[in-house]
Every structure is written in C-alpha cells, then in structure tokens.
C-alpha cells in the first residue's frame, strides 16, 4: 500500500515551452501533496504544499506562476513548468500525505531536461 | 525555521561493519523524524521513522535514536551490506500535513 507514481518519468523539452508532471496516489486518498525539486548530489528542497481544493502555498523564492500546481483531487497534483529554461533542469519529486498520520510517500521523480 | 543539519556528507564502511549517521534539527516544535534512502535516479524510500514520544526505534538492522533534549537524532546501520549503498536523508517535520524539512544526505558506501 502507499504507493505514489510519477508521470513522466523523464522527459525532454524545448526551452520556451511548458511541460506539465502528474503525481498520483494510487491506492490512498491524499489530503496533502508536496513537491520537491532535487539537484544532483543535493538535498530536497520544497517548492510548496498543496492541499486538495485550494491553493498551494510556494515556498519563498518559488515563482507561482512559473511553477503551477493543481490538486483538483484527493489522488492526483500535477505541477506545470510554464516557459521552461535550461536552468529549470531538475529532478522533481512529489510526495504525498494522508494527513492522518505523519508519514509522506514519495514519487519516483521526474527527471526534466531543457534544451 | 526548522534548520536540520546532517553529517556525514559522506561514509565508507567494509561490508559487514556498523554505520552511524547523525541530525541535529533547531526546531523545539518538530516531533516526526523519518530516514529516507535514496538510490540514483530514484524518489526516496522511507526506511524507518521515530516520533518524539519514544527514544529508540529497531527494524533488524537498521535503529534509529532521539534525544529530544540535545535535539539531535541518528541512524545506525548494522552489519551493512553492498546493497545498502545509497545516500541517506534525515529530515524533521512539526505535525502531519507539513512538509519535511531535509538534512544534506549522506552517500554511503559499503564495501565487500
């Protein structure tokens, strides 16, 4: 149980256009979603919170507009790099709580390179 | 905010040895303190966690220790294996719902 997948899993793009990642809870339900950006031999950093039905809330220095996120439901959040630059190259990492209990299960990670 | 610190960076051991990793964290309010390992190319993998009401926490080979009073918590691997080489995350975090806060990692390598 407490499965979470990432979709995609890499994927290439062009500099100036948009690419949108999938995060899913597969067999729970939830409440909270977090995304995390990961760059090589480097720790997590979080880039907000988003709670199903509202708003994210962005870390300082996160452009909102720049990286949208949207948890329209309690299994899915998906994060969308608008106008993406090389410097936007990252490992994106997603995770997901219950809010039940403290525990986040994470994605497998999207590996995203700009060119 | 929570500030988690982590060392060391980096650890070699000979296979079948002990490994240590230590955290401290700055936030008195932080009461959740999981390990996460993380291979290359992959998302991390909660491995074991530690809440603030016990001490110590066993799953075979792998322990973890609070001491919520110096604020600091640690990992410790026994008798570690090849396939235990991965980096390692320590993190903190205040209650359900909130987001962790990360130490650095340590690249762990287990040597046969």
């Known amino acids: 149980g407490a499965v979470v997948s990432q979709h995609p899993s890499r994927v290439i793009c062009k500099s100036g256009t948009s690419v949108k990642i999938e995060c899913r809870s597969l067999?729970?339900?939830?409440?909270?979603m977090f995304w995390y950006r990961q760059f090589p031999k480097k720790s997590l950093m979080l880039m907000a919170t988003?709670?199903?039905?509202?708003?994210?809330?962005?870390e300082q220095g996160v452009e909102k507009d720049k990286f949208l996120i949207n948890h329209a439901s309690l299994t899915l959040s998906t994060l969308t790099v608008t106008s993406a630059h090389p410097e936007d190259s990252s490992f994106y990492i997603c995770?997901?709580?219950?809010?039940?209990?403290?525990?986040?299960?994470f994605g497998p990670g999207t590996r995203l390179t700009v060119t | 905010g929570e500030n988690v610190e982590q060392h060391p960076s980096t650890l070699s051991v000979q296979e079948g040895d002990s490994a240590v990793i230590k955290c401290t964290y700055s936030?008195?309010?932080?009461?959740?303190f999981p390990w996460y390992k993380q291979e290359l190319g992959k998302g991390p993998q909660l491995i074991i966690d530690?809440?603030?009401?016990?001490g110590e926490k066993k799953d075979q080979r792998i322990a973890v220790t609070l001491n919520k009073t110096a604020k600091h918590f640690s990992l410790h691997i026994t008798e570690t294996q090849p396939e235990d080489s991965a980096v390692y995350f320590c993190?903190?975090?205040?209650?359900?719902?909130?987001?962790?806060?990360f130490g650095k990692g340590t690249s762990l390598l287990v040597t046969p």
């Open positions: 530690i809440r603030s009401n016990v």
């Open positions: 988003s709670n199903e039905g509202s708003k994210a809330t962005y």
């Open positions: 993190a903190a975090s205040r209650d359900s719902g909130y987001a962790l806060n």
């Open positions: 936030d008195s309010a932080s009461n959740y």
């Open positions: 067999d729970f339900q939830a409440t909270t």
């Open positions: 995770s997901a709580s219950t809010g039940g209990d403290y525990e986040q299960y």
